[in-house]
């Protein structure tokens, strides 16, 4: 069966592969292109484009990008069931008297299709619906053809994996989320004397570094292409129906990596508030430090810019003794290259190099590239409100569509990329499970570490006292 090529492949350098479209479709109508790129068209006319028929199959990086975008329109499930029409209808698949000859020149096409749907988009396939259409387009291909038979069976078997892979992803997380408590609970009824802290855990920088990587490319892999869409899905303004995506999301791995950016700051400063002596938080600081520029070697540029804002935290730069005893260079090196003026113009530098560096990889250390994950949404969701859906005769922007399919695709290349180093599961442990701080407890054991320094301070630490530990 034909395999679907790396993602990278897709968009040339330049951008995405504008020698496209110029073809039989030009003249169905409804679709609007000017040198060479398809601009707009209506919705109908755009999903026409989708099917192949024997003469033509559509562009890969429009396959992606249709089907990456379309779900702004309508549902999966409703564009799988318009999908399935048309390659019946068109093909005469539900004719038992059709044209053998015909149907074995498009079924291998039609099968490519539906096999890169599933490969890229498998999250969709969670809808009974979707799953339901699929089986019988593909049962309509197959019932010919051996050869067929067997590739069907196997592209389902490969989504039923990737589904199941996913549902068991979902359960490790919901029993991390179910057995976190907070530190200070753990706090008082243990001694700090016996409580670990992450050096006694893993005292090279290094290691922790890498083991920070397997937790980020575990969790980037598990994202959906389509979760960064579904995430600023409206109500399309020619639908009178509902928004598309008023039913419950199928998956929400895109909040589970923000969340575990959170928990990684808030480790952070838990870390370095919770020693009683200023040189064992000086330690920890400089611990950090490093381990945050490992990480900036690497290329995991989300678990560096989660380590900058754990130290960053009120409860942790208010530290000044603390800080006093650190060799700070080395952090505002780091802090420059995450510094967010002009447009975190610093860190996109690092991350072009780093991307530049992937492309050309001998290593499967060198492909290493994870975006500051917030600023990667937040580049899209402005992509997105920049512009109009529709233009003002109701045909799609496609011209948008394609801007949002290249930064999707980039993403879509890096998360595949195989975590090179070696898990430590008992650090893996630690990092996913130990109970941190919260805010208010943090704010206390700073203060407990190094007192008010004002009234606001003093007053603040007496409530906490009071709130938190039943002391006045």
């Not at 008992?426 to 008010?452: C, H, M, N, R, W």
């Not at 301070?457 to 938190?468: H, P, Y």
Request: contains cysteine; proline residues 4%; hydrophobic residues 35%.
């Amino acid at each position: 069966m034909p395999q679907t090529p790396p993602f990278s492949a897709m968009f040339d350098s330049s951008g995405y592969n504008r020698n496209l479209y110029q073809s039989a479709e030009d003249s169905c109508g409804g679709l609007y292109y000017h040198d060479n790129n398809l601009l707009s068209g209506s919705l109908e006319a755009l999903i026409q484009h989708l099917v192949p028929n024997v003469d033509y199959y559509p562009d890969r990086t429009y396959i992606f990008t249709f089907l990456l975008s379309s779900r702004l329109f309508m549902h999966p499930y409703e564009l799988m069931a318009k999908v399935c029409h048309l390659c019946v209808e068109h093909q005469r698949l539900s004719d038992p008297s059709g044209d053998k000859n015909q149907i074995r020149k498009i079924a291998p096409k039609i099968l490519q299709l539906l096999t890169e749907w599933t490969e890229t988009f498998p999250y969709d396939f969670r809808d009974e619906r979707m799953m339901r259409n699929l089986k019988d387009l593909a049962h309509r291909i197959a019932s010919g053809e051996e050869t067929y038979r067997k590739n069907v069976q196997q592209m389902i078997q490969c989504l039923i994996r990737k589904l199941a892979a996913l549902s068991q992803y979902e359960e490790v997380l919901a029993k991390i989320s179910s057995t976190s408590t907070d530190r200070l609970t753990v706090l008082k009824t243990k001694p700090q004397s016996i409580q670990r802290d992450i050096i006694t855990v893993c005292s090279d920088p290094y290691t922790l570094a890498q083991q920070l990587t397997h937790i980020e490319l575990e969790r980037l892999n598990y994202i959906g292409p389509e979760e960064f869409v579904q995430a600023f899905v409206q109500k399309d303004p020619l639908d009178n129906d509902k928004s598309c995506y008023s039913e419950r999301k199928k998956t929400r791995n895109l909040e589970a990596y923000v969340e575990w950016f959170n928990r990684l700051s808030y480790l952070v400063a838990t870390e370095i508030c919770m020693p009683v002596k200023k040189k064992h938080r000086a330690r920890m600081i400089e611990y950090f430090i490093d381990v945050a520029r490992e990480c900036f070697n690497i290329g995991n540029f989300n678990s560096l810019m989660a380590i900058i804002s754990g130290m960053n935290m009120s409860p942790v730069s208010r530290l000044k003794k603390t800080w006093a005893k650190v060799k700070t260079a080395k952090f505002d090196v780091l802090e420059h290259q995450m510094d967010p003026s002009s447009n975190f113009y610093n860190y996109r530098t690092a991350l072009r190099g780093a991307a530049q560096r992937s492309l050309t990889a001998h290593s499967s250390r060198e492909k290493i590239v994870i975006p500051f994950f917030s600023l990667l949404i937040k580049d899209i969701y402005f992509l997105n409100e920049g512009c109009a859906n529709r233009l003002p005769n109701g045909h799609v922007n496609f011209e948008k569509f394609w801007e949002l399919a290249k930064q999707v695709s980039e993403f879509m290349t890096w998360k595949q990329v195989e975590c090179p180093f070696e898990r430590d599961r008992k650090i893996l442990q630690y990092l996913l499970t130990i109970p941190v701080f919260s805010e208010d407890a943090l704010y206390l054991a700073s203060y407990e570490s190094e007192g008010p320094e004002n009234h606001i301070e003093k007053d603040r630490w007496k409530s906490l006292r009071s709130s938190l530990l039943g002391r006045v």
